[in-house]
């Protein structure tokens, strides 16, 4: 595989600090030297690298932008580019990261007790624990203020009933952040996988994001102690704080996605000669490698404002709904015109670009669908609720 | 166990490099940078000795450019305790790359100094025995295994296929060959700490150089190879271009 070349057009190097830099130099590194070998094998039969884990963590990339203990404690645009960074490899990889980060710890670090930080940061940082994140039902996707997932009093503590879906690290989890209901509010639990009455079932068959684990979280009667509530967060609020630091992740990832497209076909277009003399240099593929850089640009732009925004303060879910919204859909658009660029060898494993168009499917989808993130920024704009309850 | 280690800024060694107008440099436009790939052996070496003594501290030495500054933060982020930068934009020779580094060195305490035993730009090889013969001291360069013992290193190197042993007194001048360490990722947490790590800025008179870059031209490009059929015909083209164009037979 050639070198990567990663595509800057409006040299943004230069607005980072030297800091930053190394850290998405490094992350790059990691990528190109231990995943990228292994991810075909691990997309084509389906599991996630688990082995690589121990290296993710020697990284400091789990987790890596928590105030907690000895913590990276990377800033906002650090963090953003190690997301980028690991998307580039597979957005899989960068789905499991996330998930550890920005819906595990985050939610235990922001609204768990001392006691709950204590057991489970140190673990998950250091990957001896892998955490999951359930939200999503069988019948609830967009609609999670619907939930079912129910807790009910029990003595001291609670029991849970219920199931979660579509959730990423299920079955290779020691824990899981469950959200239920609690009289009627949303609260969410600290749930270790091996509580008697707690089933995780893998979901296969899944054509997309093969890299990554996704199952199905089962409650049966889950009893749990007093001490298993986040204390800090009530009501919707506590796991949508938490996705929209996921979704900040995936803003940036997709963008390393559609990076590693650009620089696979822009290769490609330079030495794959057909009627004599490289496809490039057909204006057609210029035109879609010029659409394609411009609208990795344009997103690249729109990340390192929104992270230095939210270094300073001032980011809303807005901006991130925005972002999330923008570098999704291009970068889908971005693979899916990659993956027509490199003709029949579009479809061959040897080449990444489809992989990457059939994982960035789920990512458009996952963490607010694009349709769902239009009506937030509409409701922004206009004031007038679009989806609200009936 | 006090350990310096030099480095030097080097062109990626993946980057294909153009010469510039003026004949006599490289054309850095767009050109990616890395702490030489020798050097990072070294210096992750001299982390692994510092931590098995569990006391000292390992000490990053580079003549170069003020982008260097990069490299040196690489080699903190790995582990070093602390960083010394002489600045030098200019090229320099081997001769007057050690006479910059004795500079640096002379007056601080040091057991060990380790350096790669070649930047992979240049390939002279040259750096850490001038430096060793500069500072007086004794030098094992191309090692692939080191240990210490008290005041002695055990360097071991390759000769003609067998496993040279030698004891040497310290201090002394190590240089490294590929097998004595395989250099770590610098990870997250090392990056952010790096920052808070002191890294000096000193000057040097880098005027010592005794060779002087005359010229430099790529390789001419190889030619297209020729593809014959295994048929008569074939056979007959090739017995044909051996006897006349290459005059071999």
Known sequence: MAKYEAPDFFDLDSLLTEEERMVRDAVRDWVSDRFMPVVEKAYSEGYFPKDLIPELAELGVLGGNLDYADFPRLGPVAYG?????????????????????????????????????????????????????????????????????????????????????????????QVAVVWAKLDGVIHGFVVPTDAPGFTVREQRGKHSLRASVTSELIFQDVRLPASAILPGAKGLGGPLSCL????????????????????????????????????????????????????????????????????????????????????????????????????????AGEYQTMRHM?????????????????LILGRQITGLDAFGAA | MKIIVCVKRVVDTE??????????????????????????????????????????????????????????????????????????????????????????????????????????????AAVGPLLAAALGLPCVAFVHGLTVDGRTAIAEREVDGETERLDVDLPAVITAQKGLAEARYPGLKGIMAAKKKPLETVACDATGGKTELRSLELPPARAAMVKIEPTAAG???????????????
């Open chain 1, 358 to 374: 059939c994982n960035l499917e789920s990512v458009k989808t996952y963490e607010g669908t694009h349709d769902i993130h239009t």
């Open chain 1, 81 to 173: 580019l190690v997301m980028q960074e690991l998307e580039r490899g597979d957005s899989g990889l960068r789905s499991f990261v996330s998930v550890q980060g920005a819906l595990v710890m985050f939610p235990i670090w922001r609204y768990g007790s001392d006691e709950q930080k204590a057991r489970w940061l140190p673990a998950l940082h250091s990957g001896e624990a892998v955490g999951c994140f359930g939200l999503t039902e069988p019948d609830h996707g967009s609609d999670p203020g619907g939930m079912e997932t129910k807790a009910v009093r029990d003595g001291d503590g609670f029991v849970l009933n219920g199931a979660k879906m579509w959730i990423t690290n299920g079955n290779m989890a």
């Open chain 2, 15 to 124: 980057t294909r490099v153009k010469v510039a107008a003026d004949g006599r440099s490289i054309d850095l436009g767009g050109v990616q940078f890395i702490m030489a790939p020798y050097d990072e052996m070294a210096v992750e070496k001299a982390i692994q000795l510092r931590d098995a003594a569990g006391t000292g501290s390992v000490t990053v030495v580079t003549v170069g450019p003020a982008a260097a500054t990069k490299e040196l933060r690489t080699a903190l982020a790995m582990g070093a305790d602390d960083a010394v930068h002489a600045v030098v934009e200019a090229r320099m020779g081997p001769n007057a790359t050690a006479e910059a580094l004795k500079q640096v060195i002379d007056g601080r305490e040091y057991d060990l100094i380790l350096c790669g035993k070649q930047a992979t730009d240049e390939d002279d």
């Open chain 2, 235 to 249: 056979m007959q083209s090739l017995l044909t271009a051996l006897r006349n164009d290459k005059k071999v037979l």
């Open chain 1, 244 to 347: 929209n630091q996921a979704r900040y992740g995936i803003a940036w990832g997709v963008v390393g996605a559609a990076m590693a497209v650009y620089d696979e076909v822009r290769q490609y277009g330079l030495t794959r000669i057909q009627f004599g003399k490289p496809i490039a240099s057909f204006q057609l593929y210029q035109a879609k490698l010029v659409e394609s850089l411009t609208e990795i640009t344009k997103a690249q732009l729109m990340n390192l404002r929104m992270g230095r925004l939210k270094e300073a303060g001032g980011v809303t879910p807005y901006h991130v709904s925005m972002a999330k919204r923008n570098a999704c859909h291009h970068a889908l658009e971005i693979a899916r015109t990659g993956r027509d660029m490199l003709g029949a060898n579009g479809v």
